[in-house]
């Protein structure tokens, strides 16, 4: 048996978690900073920074507490590296430093990256991660910093299959509600918006999908880009305002066609690669995973015979809990880092994941 104290800064939220074994979560503390970023319509770093630094000791006395444990039962200390913004990471990755220096315990650095697809295992115990029905599997990750496919194998090797070359999922349901006044974080805002419309109403582009007529080049199969869609949304909304403000149920109709439109290119490039890629499990993850219709959908177009894994939502957003999960299979595996690492600020080239065997 193992205790893992995850801490996680990446970006807004500054989270603490206690975990045993991997799996199961004693305490998880989110610490949000949704409040203070919300005037600025989205996140600032060093206004992130500051904000993690004022929370940080709290996070982690109160994870302690609710586990009700102390530092002398934690068997190591895991923490984001990366990827993310770079003054945020750094509050938590030297905190996390001193915690272990003073109380000589193992460090870990985890890849926040990683940390959400492990996040769809949290709670559910080690079986499925050790059995040959779960492999190869397909990650769908998608948040305000990644859109991304990988695909990962029983003996632990990985390849990412596809990636956003612009703006990733999350970052364009975020800009879009910025665009529309509807404030932040637009993700959620945009989904209950959306509620109250049709999303056959207007039609958005489906950028890299081929369906414009132009041939899809090979190396964009499983790539996605949403710039195109956010800019067609701009122009859509500068027509309907040329006559004064647009409606209500106009705007309701936008939100719901756009919402379709991003949720519809995700559907499509992850069922295209389970099929391409023989997965035996999908799974979903990452803070835009937390969308209904995102969910549903998957739920309605995955194929007979593959598992689809919806990370809870809970565990989707930005949480210590997944970092803390990720750290005990490298702690098992014996992969104990230097107090000298670095924190990343992009995601590296993953072809190795920790917590498989």
């Known amino acids: ?95 996390t430093k001193g915690l272990a220096a003073a109380n000589d315990k193992p460090l870990i650095g985890v890849n926040h990256f990683l940390g959400h697809i492990y996040g769809a295992f949290l709670e559910e115990g080690n079986k499925a991660l050790n059995s040959a029905d779960t492999w190869p599997m397909l990650a769908l990750v998608v948040s305000g910093g990644h859109t991304s496919l990988m695909v990962i194998n029983a003996d632990g090797t990985a390849k990412q299959v596809g990636m956003t070359i612009d703006d990733a999922a999350g970052e364009a349901l975020d800009k879009a509600a910025k665009l529309l006044g509807l404030g932040y974080p637009g993700g959620p805002i945009m989904e209950k918006t959306a509620r109250n419309g049709d999303d056959t109403k207007y039609k958005f582009p489906r950028p890299l999908c081929g369906a414009s007529g132009k041939p899809l080049a090979p190396e964009h199969k499983f790539n996605f880009s949403f710039s195109g869609v956010k800019t067609a949304l701009l122009y859509h909304w500068r027509k309907l305002s040329e006559n004064g403000e647009p409606t209500e149920q106009q705007l309701y109709d936008t939100v719901a066609s756009y919402q379709e439109a991003v949720v519809d290119v995700l559907c499509r ?39 689809l894994r919806l990370a809870q939502r809970k565990y989707c957003t930005d949480n210590a809990a997944m970092i803390g999960g990720v750290g005990y299979h490298s702690f098992k595996n014996g992969q104990i880092d230097d107090l000298d690492i670095d924190a990343f600020a992009r995601l590296p080239v993953i072809s190795q994941v920790p917590f498989i065997g």
């Open 1 to 95: 048996m193992a205790l893992i104290l995850g801490i996680e800064t990446s970006c807004d939220e500054t989270a603490a978690a206690v975990v045993r074994d991997g799996v199961e979560v004693i305490s998880n503390v989110v610490a949000s900073q949704i409040a203070q970023h919300a005037v600025h319509g989205g996140v600032v770093p060093e206004l992130a920074a500051r904000e993690h630094l004022k929370a940080m000791n709290p996070v982690v006395c109160s994870a302690l507490r609710e586990a009700n444990v102390t530092m002398r039962d934690i068997d190591a200390v895991a923490v984001t590296r990366g990827p993310g913004l770079m003054p945020a990471l750094l509050v938590g990755l030297n905190f």
């Open 269 to 307: 490039k992850t069922m295209s690669a389970a099929q391409e890629f023989k997965v035996k499990t999908i799974v979903l993850c990452g803070g835009v995973a937390c969308n209904g219709v995102l969910r549903e959908r998957l739920e309605l177009k995955c194929p007979v015979g593959v598992t």
